[in-house]
């Protein structure tokens, strides 16, 4: 899939825009703090309703404004799609080719969008809420069901902490939300299993490519509760709830739990995390976004938009050649404060755009 079109109204620092993307590949340059990712954000606002840089709509409002829209105009199969967002701080409403969406989870499923920026070439050196992140906003584009579990859990894991900082917690009120915890959560470590094996098996293959063979990447699951600790995964994590309840009550808060899983990622047998040089860490967060993309088009039979934010610049340039060989089909949007001539060679057709405090110049 592609996008066409996108119009901007109040949006960060864009006061109204519209701009025209190229089928395959466009590049977006300008100095620092223009609007640069700002641009990819409301490309990527589209496909999940949220943004990947911040939970609060709000700070997407353009300073002074009170509401920003975003129009998107796609082309999925050949067939247009339109999909828009209006936010103000009384409410979001969210059109899919002109019929209003009630929620977030029913606009997923329409746009696809693989976003990759500095911040996820950290991915694997970081704490394990990144990788939760990872996970997480993976499978919401591949799952809306997942979405929904989700923030049921996390909505029972907020309820069940603040019981827990009660003077007197009350089992009773611990009991329904463990039974809560224990039923999304079930569903949570199945996708996230599930997910992970692929994950596994197509970065492996990736990791070697990019590496001449030399490196056997392996990503794990590392659920915080053993899915077989018992008859059933639920089971697994009632008991473990359970056992864990004094201790909680102690901490005053929840202990076990999915909201605690990690992923491990290995190289020979090396905990990257912990071990792996910063070069080895790269190849394995960028087979990893590689492995995104794949898995999506398996999935969905969509080549997914791919956002590169600053990326490129961060890696060597095998890297960066492997990475723009890798999407054949896949419409590339680029941000970067300059090109280089080789990088430029590589991306040459196109259309390219200079962005100055929130106006697009088109080049050419
Ligand atoms: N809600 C908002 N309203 C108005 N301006 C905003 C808002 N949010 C952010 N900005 C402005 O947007 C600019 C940052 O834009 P952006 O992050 O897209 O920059 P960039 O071009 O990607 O820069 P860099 O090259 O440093 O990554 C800043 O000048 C910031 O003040
Ligand atoms: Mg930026």
């Given amino acids: 899939m592609y996008i066409e079109k996108i119009s901007l109204k109040n949006f960060r620092n864009y006061k109204e825009e519209c701009i025209s993307f190229d089928r ?11 609007g640069k990712t ?60 002109g019929a209003e969406k009630r ?35 993976e499978l919401f584009q591949l799952k809306p069901l997942y979405y929904t579990q989700l923030n049921l859990y996390k909505k029972a894991l907020v309820n069940r902490n603040s019981v827990l900082k009660e003077e007197r917690p009350d089992d009773g009120l611990l009991d329904v939300y463990d039974k809560v915890l224990s039923e999304s959560g079930a569903k949570i470590i199945l996708e ?40 059933s995964i639920e089971a697994a994590i009632r008991e473990k709830l359970q056992k ?13 739990g999915p909201h605690l899983d990690d992923l491990k990622i290995t190289t020979s047998g090396i905990d990257l995390r912990r071990y792996g040089s910063r070069g080895q860490q790269r190849t394995a967060a960028l087979a990893l976004k590689l492995a995104e993309l794949r898995i999506l088009k398996e999935e969905t039979g969509e080549d997914a938009i791919l956002l590169l934010d600053d ?16 999407f054949e089909n896949s419409q590339l949007i680029i941000t970067a404060a ?22 697009i110049v088109r080049n050419e």
Avoid: C, W
């Fill in 244 to 256: 864990s309840r004094a201790r909680d009550k102690e901490r005053r808060t929840t202990t076990a």
């Fill in 311 to 326: 990326v490129l610049s961060e890696l060597d340039e095998e890297r960066q050649k492997f990475l723009i060989r890798s």
């Fill in 192 to 231: 996230r299993a599930q997910f992970t094996e692929k994950l596994h098996e197509i970065s492996a293959e990736i990791g070697a490519r990019i590496s001449g063979g030399k490196e056997d990447i392996s990503v794990l699951y590392d659920p915080d509760i053993d899915p077989e600790a018992s008859e």
């Fill in 338 to 359: 300059g090109v280089s001539g080789r990088m430029g060679k590589k991306l040459s057709g196109g259309s390219r755009y200079l962005v100055d405090s929130g106006k």
């Fill in 24 to 34: 395959n590949v466009n590049i977006i340059t300008g100095k620092n703090g223009q």
């Fill in 103 to 137: 929620k977030n989870a029913d606009l997923l499923e329409n746009v696809y969008t693989v976003v990759f920026s500095p911040e996820d070439l950290k991915i694997v050196a970081e704490d394990p809420e990144k990788r939760r992140k990872f996970l997480d906003r």
């Fill in 38 to 97: 700002n641009l990819i954000e409301a490309v990527q606002i589209l496909s999940l309703g949220k943004s990947f840089r911040t939970l609060i709509d709000a700070e997407m409002i353009r300073f002074g404004a009170d509401f920003f829209h975003v129009k998107g105009a796609f082309f999925k199969q050949e067939e247009p799609l339109s999909v828009e967002i209006q936010y103000s701080k009384k409410e979001k409403r969210i059109k899919v080719d």
